[in-house]
């Protein structure tokens, strides 16, 4: 380490000479400048998203009026030119709650494991495992979802659904949909898999900040292991496991590149369990490179000016629930 | 309602396993994906794979040789040049939060930098397109380095502030008692202190944005072919691996699913090869604190 010698060079160099006045305060305030002038640049980028995005949409909003685009179920670029994004704000939803709903559970039950359960050699290697999840690009889950599971789906589960409700529930069979592999259950399941990283980490978090006396109070009273968990950790940590759901939810309203490989891609309601669909991030994927009428390109941008605003919304909920319920452990104690 | 202590500890133990069995279900992919990935694509790892440009589909179909070089080649251009507009606006920003904590500016930049941070990657990409495609009439490379540098900065804010907001504050007032302004003390002992932390930061942004198609598709476009002359890799649309992977996925030819493999075990590679430095950087940092 060199820096102590470097930093008695300095203290040396001080004492000789005594710094002149435009080295302290002009230097500070050139570089105080310098940080605000970057540091707002940030502020200006996300503003300047939102309204660029609402800039370019507005003659999508002029020609069918906010909530008229947000409810139109319509969404016709070749003939008709009308366009409603009420097929893809539904298939985002339902994609996304779906998703957080299978994935809630098991991503909890890992955070438990690593937190409480796990041996201390083994916790560690958990959470690298689970956060590698998280680093896996999307186009790589997308190509293995389009090549290897879909395709298992299809064979392996889809297609037993579809045959044994053709012979005893044919009632099921439009909600089902037409059993292809690619539709919103092969993404929904990829969507699954690949929120409960985030799900499990600020879980883990929120286990980890629960303070000891909390767990001992359990523990002396001759508590197992579970009822420690159940009765003392849980309730604890809830403000941040909530935290963690609603920001995981954000993550897969985003999604994009997977969903867009698996979801079949199909522009018209209704869709169906197996069936094609399509979410807000994959048709502007699928249709903005190849988009040349304006109104077209403007109800793209519409789409993902809808969206900035439900990931703003999603990403606030979030914030606050963390900021009310984590510091203080949340009302449930 | 009564339990025995027997039966309470049965119920732990059948908890214990559920949760065992969770985890092996969250992680059994994690596994297949790597092994399939491997698999597929190690067959298309050759020597052309490095050295040649795609083509059109015919090229792969007809047997001759074929490969990513551009791609490769555009996806280093494209990353670095989002890495340096990036890092001096996120390392500033990171900076403000945590060396001026009372500057007025900073809950609105706190609360800007998470929105940004959460916004889908996609609207990135819009926002790039909007910025610099519009304007120069062309997809671009510079267009696809501006819209992965949106996906870095809000990272690189965050890991700098936290980088920097663990170095104690007693450091800062021995600076600042021997008589440097706070500029010095900042650049010279609290930056050089929290330096494995700003890397890490800063190549778990990189690694994030290696990974990222959507912003991609619409910026730098991609492209077949090696650019004519070096001005095409700024100028001109740029070929990048996980854009290519997508393209080369959804095409109808099993030669180039192949290469889209291919790029799969060389994007997976990257990332947790970076994955695997920052764990060790971030393990150094604790041990020696």
Known sequence: MSSPAKNRSVTQELFRKPPAMIYRWLGDRIFSTITFILGISIILITLGMAWVLFDEASPAFREFGFFG???GTTWDPSVQMLFGAWPFIFGTIVTSVTALGIAFFPAIAVAIYSAEYAPRWLAPIIDNLVNLIAAIPSVVIGIWGIFVLAPWLRDSVYMPLFLWADVNAPGLLPLLGNPIGYGMATATI???LMIVPYTTALARDALIAVPKEQREASWALGAT????????????ARGGIMAGAILSFGRAIGETMAVAMLIGNKNTLPFSVLGAGATMPSVIINEFREAVENLHLSSLMAIGFVLFLI???????????SRNYSITGGSAV | MMTTLKQRRIRDRIMEGLLILSTIVVLVPLVIIVFHVIVNGFGALSWEFFTEELGSPSRAMQGRPTGLVHTIIGTIVVDFMALILAVPVGIGAGVMLSEYPDHKMNPMLRVMNDTLNGMPAVLKGLLAFVLIVKPMGTFSGISG???????MLPIIARTTESALMSIPWTIREAGLAI????????LSTVMPAAKTGLVTGTLIAFARAVGEAAPLLFTSFGNNYLPNSWTGW?????????????SLAISPYSEWHQMGWAAGILLLGFVVFSF?????LTRQKFSTS
């Open chain 2, 276 to 280: 695997i430095v920052a764990r060790i």
């Open chain 2, 145 to 151: 380095a501006v819209a992965l540098a949106f996906v």
């Open chain 1, 190 to 192: 990829v969507l699954a």
């Open chain 2, 179 to 186: 008589g440097l302004p706070r500029w010095r003390v900042i």
């Open chain 1, 69 to 71: 685009f947000m409810t």
């Open chain 1, 311 to 321: 990931a703003l919304t999603v990403n606030l909920i979030a914030a606050w629930i």
């Open chain 1, 225 to 236: 292991r579970w009822e420690v968990i159940r009765m003392a950790s849980l309730p604890y």
């Open chain 2, 234 to 246: 700024l100028f001109g649309p740029v070929d990048t691996l996980p854009q290519r992977l997508y």
